[in-house]
T-cell receptor, first 116, second 113 residues
Framework: AQTVTQSQPEMSVQEAETVTLSCTYD???????LFWYKQPPSRQMILVIR??????QNATENRFSVNFQKAAKSFSLKISDSQLGDTAMYFC?????????????FGQGTRLTINP | DTEVTQTPKHLVMGMTNKKSLKCEQH?????MYWYKQKAKKPPELMFV???????INESVPSRFSPECPNSSLLNLHLHALQPEDSALYLC????????????FGDGTRLSIL
């Protein structure tokens, strides 16, 4: 079974700083997908970024980028020029393919606070 | 605005009540999901529907009964719940292919008295 570990329960940085959230996972598969989701106090889970394991290039989405190290099974999220609206719970997730659907395995989450 | 709509947003019910949670999406997704999320914890998968058929039940107690009447709707029927069932219930949908992300609703905050 796949497992996902986020070792930082909480983090706090000043606005405009750069912050990196760590995530490691364990799998025996070779092709898979990884995601970072954000959950602000409004409750909705919002997709931040995704990475396909067969792609060597790290994914980027505006201020968000990942450092994907397949051999080390590491998938960290970097947030540049952090903003107050980035305050949220961040979950790393591994996607298992199942017939006609998919199953997400989540880490325990990192609560990120951006301070003014 | 979320593309997955859940109603109601809040629900308070007694242990003997029967209620239903509803989820609707119009993105043409053929896979739909129910999750339970306790405070400060990640979502836990409960049920998966693929092409309107139940494909995964993660050993959920029978007091939770899912239903997928059509490709756009997903219900969760509740009966005789326990206080420990109080949680945020999230619905999600995705394309049936394995490389597409799930889209989540805002959830229903359920409190059992």
């Amino acid at each position: 079974a796949q497992t996902v570990t986020q070792s930082q329960p909480e983090m706090s940085v000043q606005e405009a700083e750069t912050v990196t959230l760590s995530c490691t996972y364990d799998t025996s598969e070779n092709n898979y997908y990884l995601f970072w989701y954000k959950q602000p106090p409004s409750r909705q889970m919002i997709l931040v970024i995704r990475q396909e394991a067969y792609k060597q290039q790290n994914a980027t989405e505006n201020r968000f980028s990942v450092n994907f190290q397949k051999a080390a099974k590491s998938f960290s999220l970097k947030i540049s020029d952090s903003q107050l609206g980035d305050t949220a719970m961040y979950f790393c997730a591994f996607m298992e393919a199942i017939q006609g659907a998919q199953k997400l395995v989540f880490g325990q989450g990192t609560r990120l606070t951006i301070n003014p | 605005d979320t593309e997955v709509t859940q109603t109601p947003k809040h629900l308070v019910m007694g242990m003997t009540n029967k209620k239903s949670l509803k989820c609707e999406q119009h993105m043409g997704h053929r896979a739909m999901y129910w999750y339970k999320q306790k405070a400060k914890k990640p979502p836990e998968l409960m049920f998966v529907y693929s092409y309107e058929k139940l494909s995964i039940n993660e050993s959920v107690p029978s007091r939770f009964s899912p239903e997928c009447p059509n490709s756009s709707l997903l219900n969760l029927h509740l009966h005789a719940l326990q206080p420990e069932d109080s949680a945020l219930y999230l619905c999600a949908s995705s394309r049936a292919t394995s490389n597409q992300p799930q889209h989540f609703g805002d959830g229903t905050r359920l409190s059992i008295l």
